[in-house]
């Protein structure tokens, strides 16, 4: 399949859907470029201020890697057994119905993405801006410009081509394991020369204070949030090539590299770092570099920068199919659920994201909204994880090519109730601005999807606007679904029911009084 158009039979028409176009690398390259973001080079000390101790901060970080293996698991079922598009929305609305899944797309779109998009750039904007200037904080205007342009280069590529963004978040993904990497092969050298002191027993449970019960939960809290992401690929479930392959495939290789990883990664920093060194450090993997690798250090934080790059590309690319798949079940505007004729990717959904986080970046205060979202992405991924036991009991005799052992889910969800709770009690404003911003999603739902019946006028603005939207972005309803390999068959995609759309399966562009039709190419 090559550039974006899939062929039908020889001679007849064009058929424009999605394609499957992500194979197991790209799968992997999005699970670790999403996990993986400037955390790890800029700030690991979350974990180790709240532990009191080295070796207790590196088994919590095997720790967050080992919940972040079940809940892994438990997405591999899921995604196998609901082989749709849009992660834990589809799943959430195939086993609780259409409001639960509105309410998770609503807080998604609205406040998650684009927080975590804006604040990605933000990072990457301030690490490029660094050598313009050295001695002080790049300008606040700058620092915004850089991310917007940023954003929207990224924004055009994605909807250029699927290749094309894979090809992004394959190279840079690889160019961040390099920079990993480079960090370990130098802390194994260190410690090959002696210089372990913080690593021996005695002093990396050496405790500078008694951590609580809190203090643990607070650790473990920040631990899980650096491993967030691994849901990932589930989001573009149908552009998968042999989904129930390698899905599994590709989280089973992710998640322990990641793992592994982030722990080397920290053994390294505190083979050149005392911890209250690392404690005191505002980026971590600058300050490691400035003392180990004497003229490269520059290699930091341009590492850190092009991790940021690779992790707006795969947020933007996965945000977008979220989008896509709300429109699809008729939750968001169905202009949302079109593709580019020629191009075939998602351009309404990608401009929708890219305009939230614009919207984010120019009037929130984007690093206060961060804590919010922090919230809900952790509630959403335990509601998820109980429709798994759900769907066991409501539908036993259901397909699933991957059956994981229910205590799989049952640990998962006890350390998840565990932090929830404990999030509750430490810090209820938050979590009850989180529950508020999710609640404002139920008038939004029966007024704008429950309700069928609206006036005709409302009707016809709705159709109004759809067909300028596709006029202007020249896009159409995939037709039947998601393109899939030579000679397999082709699942048919529903279209979201809105007023004035069209129901056969045509390439038009539909208005009350125009269609406007795709030429077939001999």
């Known amino acids: 399949m090559a550039g974006g158009e899939q062929r039908g039979a020889p001679g007849g028409p064009e058929r424009v859907a999605l394609k499957k176009e992500i194979g197991l690398v790209s799968a992997c390259a999005i699970i670790i470029g999403n996990i993986i973001g400037s955390g790890i080079f800029i700030s690991p000390k979350g974990v180790l201020e709240h532990t009191g101790s080295v070796g207790l901060a590196l088994i919590i970080w095997v720790l967050g890697g080992g919940v972040a293996a079940l809940g892994s698991l438990c997405y591999a079922e899921l995604g196998v057994t609901i082989p749709k598009s849009g992660g834990d929305y589809s799943y959430v609305t195939e086993i609780f119905g259409g409001l639960a899944g509105f309410l998770l797309l609503w807080s998604a779109v609205l406040i998650m993405y684009p927080t975590s998009l804006a604040v990605i ?68 050298i260190q410690i090959f020369k002696g210089n372990y002191k913080e690593l021996t027993p005695s002093n990396a ?24 992401g691994w849901n990932f690929l589930n989001y573009v479930t149908e552009e998968l090539v042999d989904p129930r392959r390698n899905l599994p495939r590709a989280i089973f290789i992710s998640i322990p590299l990641v793992t592994f990883v982030y722990t080397f990664t920290n053994i390294a920093y505190f083979t050149a770092m005392s911890p209250q060194e690392l404690l005191s450090s ?8 400035e003392k180990l690798l004497g003229y490269f250090s520059w290699v930091m934080p341009v590492s850190v920068a092009l991790s940021t790059f690779g992790g707006i590309n795969g947020y933007l690319f996965t945000s977008s199919r979220l989008c896509f798949s709300g429109a699809r079940e008729g939750h968001l505007p ?38 919010y979202v922090s919230f809900i992405n952790y509630l959403c991924y335990g509601v998820t994880i109980i429709g798994l036991i759900v769907l066991r009991w409501k539908k036993p005799k259901i397909f699933r090519p991957i059956k994981v052992n229910l205590l799989i889910p049952i640990t998962y969800l ?47 603005l709705i159709e109004s606007v ?3 939207g596709q006029k202007l972005c020249f896009v159409v309803y995939p037709q039947g679904g998601v393109a899939e390999e030579e000679g397999a068959p082709s699942a048919r995609s529903p279209r979201p029911a809105s007023p004035g759309t069209k129901t056969k399966d045509s390439l038009s562009l539909s208005s009350s009084s125009t269609t406007y039709t795709t030429k077939t190419r001999e």
């Open 205 to 228: 449970f050496n405790f500078w204070m008694t951590p609580s019960v809190g203090h643990l939960a607070l650790a473990f809290l920040q631990g899980s949030f650096a491993f967030s």
């Open 334 to 371: 169905s202009l949302l659920a079109m593709i580019h004729v020629k191009n075939c990717t998602p351009i309404p959904a990608l401009l929708v994201c890219c305009l939230a986080t614009l919207i984010i970046m120019l009037v929130g205060d984007t690093y206060t909204l961060i804590n």
């Open 414 to 460: 006890a350390f998840w109730a565990f932090l929830l709770i404990f999030s509750l009690y430490s810090e209820p404003v938050v979590c009850g601005v989180g529950l508020i911003i999710i609640l404002t999603g139920v008038p939004v739902f029966f007024l704008g999807v429950y309700w069928r019946n609206k006036p005709k006028c409302v009707n016809k």
């Open 282 to 289: 505002n980026a971590v993997a600058v300050t490691f570099g």
């Open 121 to 188: 750039a933000l990072t990457f904007s301030n690490y490029v801006l660094q050598p313009v200037f050295p001695n002080c904080i790049p300008p606040y205007n700058a620092s915004r410009i850089l991310s917007m342009v940023c954003l929207l280069l990224l924004t055009w590529v994605n909807s250029s081509s699927v290749r094309w963004a894979t090809r992004i978040q394959d190279i840079f993904t690889a160019g961040k394991l390099l920079a990993l990497a480079l960090i370990i092969i130098v802390g194994f």
């Open 466 to 468: 759809t067909c300028w």
